[in-house]
Structure formats: structure tokens, C-alpha cells
């Protein structure tokens, strides 16, 4: 079955300092990955995907289809960053079904 | 444009009574999902519309279903209510439903059954 794992709950650092969020798939297919993420008060949006190739607010993403994960990347963060991430796939073409991990919520310190 | 619209947003309902949520998609959109979120369980799927036809369902128990009308708009419903059904409940909807395609979430239905 598809699963995605983040195994962090909780992730706080200090601003200015790197940042990495953990995503480990489980999926024998070619999945394609997503983060989302949830500021306070706000709705789920999406902050990218694996195959844009992009960096979004300063993250970045790369699938690593033989560690099967898809962890985000920031080298310094910013108060703002604070919020809900969330790691999710879906397994098909023709599908709007996501398969989301549990989150991580990450803080940041000033 | 305007996003993803549910209603209600907030509402308590009583253990063993029935709910029924709506969810209007963007325009243009003709996929839409549902996921529940709880504190415990994170964001589940529930199912998936494309064109009035369930095309996706998630594995809950059949007193949650769903439809989607022509104009896309589409509800759910909760029968026999529990108190673990107690959950935010997400709409989501995107152009085709397919990879690719971005996917929009609403604001969310807050249910809260006593």
C-alpha cells in the first residue's frame, strides 16, 4: 500500500538557521510528490512538487527514488516559515487522490 | 478567482443524526475530493468525483458518502453520526483530476458531534 512517512512532529529551529523536513515514501510505482503547507489561520496550499524542479519561498525539494524520500530544504529560515507542512503523493495519472503524512510542524525562533 | 467554498464552516451536530456538507470548486475545476483531518489520524481521503461519477473512495465505513452535480458543486454526507467523526473536513478540487494538475483545498467544515 502507499504510505508517507514524516517523522518529525515537531521541527524548531532558530532564524537564519537550515532547515530540512523528512518525507519517506513507500510506493513500488513512480509516484508524484508534493509538499504542502497550513500558515495559521489559513488553508492547505500547495508549496511544490517533484516535478516542477522549483524553489518556492526558498525551499526546495529533489526525489530520491532509491532512499525514497522527498525531504525539503531551506539553507536559512525565516519567521514566516513557520506553519504545517505536509508531505503527500498520488500514484496515478487520473487521479485527485492525495496520500498525505501526518505533517510536521515547523517553528521558527527569532 | 474565488476559491474553493464550503459550507458550513462550523456545526455541532448530535451523536446518531445525519450531516450533510457542500463544497463548491472553482470554476472550471471538474475534480473534486474530500479528506477528513483529526488530530489523530492527519488528512484522510475520503472520495473522489470527476464528472457526477465517483471515481476514487477511501476506506471509510458507508455511511459517508458523496455526490457531485452537474454545475461540479458537490456534497457529502455523514449518517448515524459518532462522536469520532468529530473532524475538519476538507473539499478539494482541481481542473482534471489528473497528475499535473494543481489541487486547490477549501477552508474546511468544522463538525463537532456531542
Known amino acids: 500500500a502507499q504510505r508517507v512517512t514524516q517523522p518529525e512532529k515537531l521541527l524548531s529551529v532558530f532564524k537564519g538557521a537550515p532547515v530540512e523536513l523528512k518525507c519517506n515514501y513507500s510506493?513500488?510505482?513512480?509516484?508524484?510528490l508534493f509538499w504542502y503547507v497550513q500558515y495559521s489561520r489559513q488553508r492547505l496550499q500547495l508549496l511544490l512538487r517533484h516535478i516542477s524542479r522549483e524553489s518556492i519561498k526558498g525551499f526546495t525539494a529533489d526525489l530520491n527514488k532509491g532512499e525514497t524520500s522527498f525531504h525539503l530544504k531551506k539553507p536559512f529560515a525565516q519567521e514566516e516559515d513557520s506553519a504545517m507542512y505536509y508531505c503527500?503523493?498520488?500514484?496515478?495519472?487520473?487521479?485527485?487522490?492525495?496520500?498525505f503524512g501526518q505533517g510536521t510542524t515547523l517553528q521558527v525562533k527569532p | 478567482k474565488a476559491g474553493v467554498t464550503q459550507t458550513p464552516r462550523y456545526l455541532i451536530k448530535t451523536r446518531g443524526q445525519q450531516v450533510t456538507l457542500s463544497c463548491s470548486p472553482i470554476s472550471g475545476h471538474r475534480s473534486v475530493s474530500w479528506y477528513q483531518q483529526t488530530p489523530g489520524q492527519g488528512l484522510q481521503f475520503l472520495f473522489e468525483y470527476f464528472s457526477e461519477t465517483q471515481r476514487n473512495k477511501g476506506n471509510f465505513p458507508g455511511r459517508f458518502s458523496g455526490r457531485q452535480f452537474s454545475n461540479s458543486r458537490s456534497e457529502m454526507n455523514v449518517s448515524t453520526l459518532e462522536l469520532g467523526d468529530s473532524a475538519l473536513y476538507l473539499c478539494?478540487?482541481?481542473?482534471?483530476?489528473?497528475?499535473?494538475?494543481?489541487?486547490?483545498f477549501g477552508e474546511g467544515s468544522w463538525l463537532t458531534v456531542v
Open positions: 478539494a478540487s482541481s481542473r482534471e483530476g489528473s497528475s499535473g494538475n494543481t489541487i486547490y
Open positions: 510506493y513500488s510505482g513512480s509516484p508524484e
Open positions: 503527500a503523493l498520488t500514484y496515478s495519472s487520473n487521479t485527485g487522490k492525495l496520500i
